[in-house]
């Protein structure tokens, strides 16, 4: 049932188009020095209306909350925008990450390569490539320049196809321990949660991530308990990289 104050357009039906849904057009209309909204209906095949006037600071009030939804919607977009291009330059490779590399106009230099557990790849003219640590940005950079010799010029495109390269693991009393690949930045709490938590017998206090840079070996503490009881900690927000150790004693 349609509200009383909607009229029936006479001598007028849809039904050729065959609008059996709830269908709504809204049009604001200034006209005789007056504002009115018009409110078109396709129901059930037949098209219904209702006209009303409006005062001046209605419209305004609906004029500024359009206004600000769209500035909203549209702030939220280039926000999204914004952070998948900056995961997109900020992601280094890692060994196992799959890629796709293409020159233009270069049909035979178009290859899908696997990150070698050495970190280094192998492309057509340019030899063996050191590639763990940079970016796919970067990357371009380093193949054009080393084609340049060969191809003045060469545009070149990397893809990350897949970042199996870009894995922590999980030791110790955990539920599910083993190796985990991170498709995004993530905390120790929530690749915990990929381990299904901890057993009844792990000692959350403890809790260790070790990492290796330069060659060197290092230990950052991480207290399970606290994120259970709802304290806020550096710790909490402490993102592992590829490589990472989580050690639950």
Request: aromatic share 12%; proline share 3%; glycine share 6%.
């Amino acid at each position: 049932m349609l509200p009383y104050f909607f009229e029936k357009l006479k001598n007028f039906s849809c039904s050729t188009f065959n609008l059996c849904f709830l269908t709504w057009i809204l049009l604001f209309i200034y006209y005789d020095d007056t504002y009115q909204l018009l409110i078109i209906l396709f129901y059930n095949n037949e098209i219904y209306y209702n006209l009303t006037k409006l005062k001046k600071e209605t419209v305004d009030n609906l004029m500024k909350h359009i206004a600000f939804l769209i500035a909203f919607c549209c702030t939220s977009l280039l926000a999204g925008f914004s952070s998948l291009a900056q995961n997109a330059d900020s992601y280094t490779l890692n060994p196992g990450d799959q890629l796709h590399i293409s020159v233009w106009r270069e049909e035979t230099l178009d290859k899908e390569v696997t990150v070698l557990p050495d970190g280094r790849i192998t492309f057509p003219l340019i030899g063996s490539v050191d590639v763990v640590g940079v970016s796919s940005i970067e990357l371009e950079e380093i193949i054009e320049e080393k084609l340049s010799e060969t191809i003045p010029g060469a545009e070149v495109t990397v893809l990350v196809l897949a970042v199996n390269g870009n894995r922590v693991f999980v030791i110790g009393k955990a539920l599910r321990p083993g190796e985990f690949v991170m498709n995004s930045k993530m905390t120790v709490a929530q690749v915990l949660s990929l381990a299904g938590g901890l057993d009844r017998f792990a000692d959350g206090n403890s809790i260790k991530v070790q990492r290796i840079e330069g060659g060197n070996i290092r230990y950052f503490e991480y207290n399970f308990d606290d994120l259970l009881s709802g304290e806020v900690k550096d710790s909490m927000g402490f993102i592992l990289k590829a490589g990472d150790v989580v050690i639950v004693p």
